[in-house]
């Protein structure tokens, strides 16, 4: 079972640290979560969907901001 730690544990095999997730056999992780030391681990958020993104056109546009003569602020 997947538990996420609420404290500190160590042990002859690991060394946990608040927040850290272990796999535990079943009746450890009761006890564990029973003592308060460790919750259930949240199963991990799916990747979000990738979506298709459209080629950019005309990012620029060609009528210009009417800054200048050549539109760069010249006059």
Known sequence: ML????????GPDFSLS??????FD????ERLKA???AVDAEP????????KKGKATDVVS???DGSGVDG???S
Do not use: I
Not at 3 to 10: I, P
Not at 26 to 29: C, R, V
């Open 72 to 74: 760069a602020g010249q």
């Open 18 to 23: 608040p927040g850290d997730e272990h796999e």
């Open 44 to 51: 991990a958020a799916p990747a979000p969907a990738k979506t």
């Open 26 to 29: 079943t009746d450890e992780a």
């Open 35 to 37: 003592a308060g030391f």
């Open 62 to 64: 060609s009528e210009g």
């Open 3 to 10: 538990l996420k730690m609420t404290a500190g544990l160590s």
